[in-house]
């Protein structure tokens, strides 16, 4: 009997560091997620220190998959939007491995971590050709992804639609800072999405991020041509996502 295919995924975000052993054949959690606030400030050091204590708390001994909010380029962090900017030009790759006594680590976008998990096992799951997922929080993430493959590091938070950046227009953070009714940020929505999609013609755009919860209160507003469909796994699609790059040896 071939042993459980199962790989340990840390998703690191503005309030939390959380993580857990995931079952690669079902894209879920073996256990409970582990969570550890996100020390302030966000620094590498102390969130090196933060993973490592999660993965010690988990009793995990194997290789570990890790996201963080930013550009990952061979294990190094070349942007820092929505995080300590003492990021820009951490190998992170380096860092979390040498926390973590050693072992073999993966870093990737926390986005492109998402797509990945709603791609092989969630929203995306069904569609082939260009999938596009969004995510909707203090930013807007993106990951691109055709038939399967990765084309990381997108960034489409940052490209401009109408002389905004998309994620000025229409994170989930905006909706909360000018108290945007649903009606109200489905409009910049839809624009990003109609800037986008003229752009890049994906079959399917899945919608991520806390607020796709309340995906039945706004999807239905969106004027764009594209379908959006919610994310399926919620919370876990950046631990899941993490815990595939690190199965695969992924090096984005
Ligand atoms: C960052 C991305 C990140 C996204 C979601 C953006 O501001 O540039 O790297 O994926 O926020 O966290």
Redesign the pocket.
Known sequence: MSAPAHAFGIDI?GSGVKGAAVDLRTGELVHDRIKIPTPQPSTPQAVAAAVAELVAQAGWTGPVGVT????VLDGVAR?A??IDKAWIGTDARALFSAALGGRAVSVL????AAGLAEDRYGAAKDFDGLVLLL?F??????ALLYNGTLVP?S?L??AEVGGAET?HRAAASIKERDGLSFEQWAAEVSNVLIGLENLFWPKVFVAGGGISRDADQWIPLLTNRTPVVPAHLRNTAGIVGAAMAVDAGLAP
């Open positions: 975000g963080l909010p930013a550009v942007t939007a929505n976008n926390d986005a492109d995510t929080g203090t930013g807007i993430g993106s590091n960034e938070g940052h994620e």
